[in-house]
């Protein structure tokens, strides 16, 4: 039996794995799915845990982004080195409307402040 001194347990690497990470508005539209779509939905980051680059990218305003499809809902993440950030949850019909309404707001309150 071989023991580690303290100094060598410390000094392992500990290895984090990229995690999920839900804004707060996303998250309340996941807690209010009826219980089918929300088990579905937790499934899908699941998987985007193993896989990030799982989903299609998304293009024009959404660049950036990627998207996956759990039967009439969408999730839209962003893939960083720590974390798979979802910006939203939602239906099919609307969520990328809403995206690109907001990202060009976004777009125009920066170029507004900016000299």
Excluded: C, N, W
């Excluded at 996303?26 to 989903?55: C, F, I, N, S, Y």
């Amino acid at each position: 039996m071989t023991s580690t001194s303290s100094s060598e347990r410390r000094s392992r690497q500990v290895v984090r794995s990229r995690r999920v990470l839900l804004l707060p508005k996303t998250a309340d539209v996941v807690r209010q799915l009826p219980p089918e779509r929300k088990r579905k939905a937790r499934a899908a980051l699941a998987e985007l845990l193993r896989d990030p680059d799982l989903g299609e990218p998304l293009e024009r305003e959404l660049t950036g982004m990627r998207r996956i499809r759990v039967g009439q809902i969408r999730i839209v993440y962003r893939v960083s080195a720590l974390a798979v950030e979802v910006v939203a949850v939602g239906p099919r019909r609307s969520i990328y409307a809403e995206l690109e309404r907001e990202a060009r707001r976004t777009d125009r309150s920066s170029a507004k402040s900016a000299p």
